[in-house]
């Protein structure tokens, strides 16, 4: 006999936290009927099982325990798993400066570990990470990098 949509919600959520609107993507997709859905989220929520700050903040502390990830691209990947809006921007809003320059050091020193050494690609990289122009450009500052950077700062 397949589980309950609460039975396999309730699994779900043992493996890891999730986001209300991620857990019902993943209900739907099988195969639960919506209002059964719908009931079952209101009844996590009811009892504790979802609450969408503190699993923005475990996402994003884990994230940041990994490394190499700034805050446009943790904001990013918070909406693309359904996470609230006001979880989004509670969970950014504590994020300091700092800790993006931090993180940023690590990414580049990842990426140097490549044997990269091109400060216009490494600013390229973190850019893709998400890290801000700032962050970008005060790590290449500290790297001695920063002249070799006009070129790109342009478009920073």
């Known amino acids: 006999m397949p589980p309950t949509c609460y039975d396999k919600a309730v699994q779900l959520l043992g493996a890891r936290p999730h986001f ?26 009811r009892q504790g099982y979802l609450n969408e700050a503190e699993t ?7 994230r940041q325990a990994r490394g190499g990830e700034g805050r446009s691209r943790l904001k990013a990947e918070l909406v693309k798993r359904g996470a609230a809006g006001e979880a989004i921007e509670s969970v950014l809003a504590d994020l300091t400066p700092e800790d993006d320059l931090a993180a940023a050091r690590e990414a ?37 990098d920063g002249e070799d950077l006009l070129d790109f700062n342009e478009d920073l």
């Open 108 to 144: 580049a020193a990842r990426w140097a570990r490549g044997g990269k050494s091109d400060p216009q690609a490494l600013a390229r990289h973190l850019q893709r990470k998400g890290f801000s122009p700032r962050a970008i450009v005060a790590l290449l500052n500290e790297r001695g």
């Open 56 to 62: 923005a903040r475990s996402f994003v502390a884990g």
């Open 20 to 45: 209300r609107r991620e857990l019902e993507g993943k209900l739907a997709r099988r195969g639960y009927p919506p209002e059964e859905i719908a009931a079952t989220l209101d009844r996590l929520d």
